[in-house]
């Protein structure tokens, strides 16, 4: 079915005159960059589909199924660049890349594509607004990697397997990027593995750059860089902030071994306590208390969720410090500065004490079933149900009777 499929798409692709897919393009690229070249290709698309609407057979549905897919794709893409603000209508796109000329820049820049030094001083050049690929103005039209930011838009997911390595045979003994035959002479003709995707590339697709890899960080709290194409590189550089890890899912055993991130996963479940007080007070909207995370809005909606760099900064400890802070901050906050918030504190129940006590104190338990607070030591000596439970149960009767 996956053969057929590709076979249709394929064939879709070269009726409407959208280029080959020789490079393994993601779903939804097409070669057009100019808003008449998309007017024809969605014109034609939609002169196929009426001559097939009358065609009920099998191999017609498949085929309308994919036009129509492929219309949509074209149309979102005229309305990308319709919508496109004045300075980036001016940029150039090729292979999902939005190229800006540019001159007189540092020294010692080299072109993604022909590992040329880039003299900016005496000739012009272009680099992608969004990935930063340079490259020669003549090696513009020779380019064959995709943007990463495309791949980060389409498929925003980590490779999460060690090295996935498949053999130089599955790959033909060519470059997994620019497809150039392997030649074994000497070190520099050697293919080059990279570490992230485990795929093998030449010495102008890969070269020797390295990153820290998220499989290796997951599975073995390893932050040791390792050695990645160009594409990986700068695909791992857009990810990298990216909140798109669980950690209790794909390898919970972490908090239990790594102290510093069961450390860390306390400090952000209290920090979403403490934002429902924060929601409903006056002083703390006023002066943005949340907005202390600003950098990591995804620490105020969930206490699971990760971006590599916050993984990085728990492993050099920078992370924990960051929230320490934050977390005193919010703490001070509810517990002495604002009577609004204090008077939103519980007292146990168990011991009657007129002490003030909230969800995040360290020394406190929180019923299952009420979310009342008491003292750690009264509930761990307490043997009946809890109090505001067994009150609750007594209503219906109350009611009935």
């Not at 940029?91 to 993604?112: A, D, I, K, W």
């Not at 001083?121 to 380019?143: A, E």
């Not at 906050?333 to 004490?353: D, V």
């Not at 104190?361 to 079933?369: A, K, V, Y």
Request: charged letters at 25%; glycine letters at 4%.
């Amino acid at each position: 079915d996956q053969i057929r499929t590709d076979e249709i798409s394929q064939e879709i692709d070269t009726e409407l005159g959208l280029s080959e897919n020789h490079f393994s393009r993601p779903e939804g690229y097409f070669c057009f960059t100019t808003t008449e070249e998309l007017e024809m290709a969605i014109e034609r698309c939609k002169d196929m589909i009426r001559v097939i609407a009358v065609d009920n057979g099998e191999k017609s549905k498949d085929r309308k199924k994919y036009l129509v897919a492929k219309l949509v794709q074209l149309k979102l893409k005229l309305q990308k660049i319709n919508e496109a603000p004045a300075n980036l209508q001016d940029l150039t796109v090729v292979m999902g890349h939005n190229f800006e000329l540019r001159s007189l820049e540092r020294p010692q820049q080299y072109c993604e594509k022909c590992c040329g030094i880039i003299w900016g001083v005496m000739k012009n050049w272009y680099r992608c607004v969004d990935c930063g690929f340079k490259c020669h103005s003549k090696c513009l039209n020779l380019i064959t990697r995709i943007c990463a930011n495309t791949k980060v838009l389409e498929n925003g997911i980590y490779e999460l397997c060690l090295c996935p390595e498949s053999g130089l045979s599955q790959q033909k003994f060519r470059c997994a990027e620019c497809k150039k035959k392997f030649i074994f002479k000497n070190d520099a003709c050697l293919p080059r593995q990279c570490d992230y995707n485990g795929l093998y590339y030449c010495s102008r697709c890969h070269w020797n750059s390295i990153s820290v890899i998220p499989a290796r960080v997951i599975h073995n709290w390893d932050f040791t860089p390792k050695k990645v194409c160009r594409a990986s590189l700068q695909f791992l550089r857009l990810m990298i902030k990216k909140p798109i890890l669980n950690i209790e899912s794909l390898n919970p055993t972490l908090f239990a071994f790594i102290t510093e991130l069961g450390n860390i996963k306390k400090l952000r479940q209290d920090i979403l306590v403490m934002k429902k007080y924060f929601l409903t007070c006056h002083a703390a909207l006023e002066e943005k208390l949340l907005l202390q995370l600003k950098d990591r809005q995804h620490f105020v909606e969930s206490s699971d969720i990760y971006s590599l760099q916050d993984l990085i900064d728990a492993s050099s400890g920078h992370l924990f410090t960051y929230l320490e802070k934050v977390h005193s901050t919010f703490i001070t906050h509810i517990t002495l500065r604002c009577q609004g918030c204090r008077g939103k504190g519980f007292i146990c129940e168990l011991c009657k004490s007129e002490d003030v006590i909230f969800p995040f104190d360290p020394r406190t338990d929180i019923c299952c079933s009420c979310s009342s607070v008491f003292h750690q030591d009264c509930y761990l000596r307490w043997e009946g149900p809890c109090p505001k439970c067994a009150r609750r149960g007594k209503l219906p009767v109350a009611a009935s009777n």
